[in-house]
Every structure is written in structure tokens, then in C-alpha cells.
């Protein structure tokens, strides 16, 4: 896997605080969400229901689908609780100065 493969997502200061933004990169409708210090990305549209988590609610860790309540975990992308029984793609991320850089393969 080579640096390459770390594609430019968006300005630092863009990003929210304890909250989610949808972003594309690389063609991917992407989620990022920061809790605290961290920042994790996982693919922005639900498994279960085909709507945009970035429309949903973050509380912590997890993120709900505005659609039928279904939860991941932003940090692996794993399912919660039902209707969501199958897990999201989650991406590495890195913060480098003031830009967000998501790893896609």
C-alpha cells in the first residue's frame, strides 16, 4: 500500500466538532465524523436503508441512519443494533497540517 493511496478529503477547519460531515473522495460518498480528538471515515450511505448518514445523529461513537434509527460504530463501521445487520466500510484517516486525508484502496 503506498502514500499514493491517501487522497486529499478537505481543509482541517472544515471539519465539525463532535459531529458528521459527508464529503466525496475519490468518486466515494464518504463520511467523517470527529469525536473528541479523532477523526474516523466510514462510506456515508446506510446498509440498511440507502439514506446519507451525514444527515443522521451522532451520539459518541455511534452514528444513527435518519431513516430508521439503525446504528454503526463510526470507528469499524460495525452494525449496532436492528434494522442494521451488516456493517460499513470504514477508511483510515490521518490529519496532516491543516488538511484531512482519507486512505482509499
Not at 500500500?1 to 478529503?9: E, G, L, P, Q, R
Not at 482541517?12 to 460531515?21: G, R
Not at 463501521?77 to 491543516?98: A, N, Q
Amino acid at each position: 500500500m503506498s502514500d499514493t493511496n491517501w487522497i486529499d478529503a478537505l481543509a482541517a477547519d472544515e471539519l465539525p466538532t463532535d459531529d458528521v460531515i459527508g464529503v466525496e473522495v475519490n468518486g466515494r460518498d464518504i463520511a467523517l465524523y470527529t469525536v473528541g480528538d479523532a477523526v474516523y471515515a466510514t462510506d456515508n450511505i446506510c446498509t440498511h436503508g440507502q439514506a446519507r448518514l451525514c444527515d443522521g445523529f451522532l451520539d459518541g461513537h455511534e452514528i444513527e441512519c435518519p431513516l430508521h434509527q439503525g446504528k454503526f460504530d463510526v470507528r469499524d463501521g460495525r452494525p449496532m443494533c436492528e434494522p442494521v445487520t451488516e456493517g460499513l466500510r470504514s477508511y483510515p484517516v490521518k490529519v496532516e497540517g491543516r488538511r484531512v486525508f482519507v486512505r482509499v484502496d
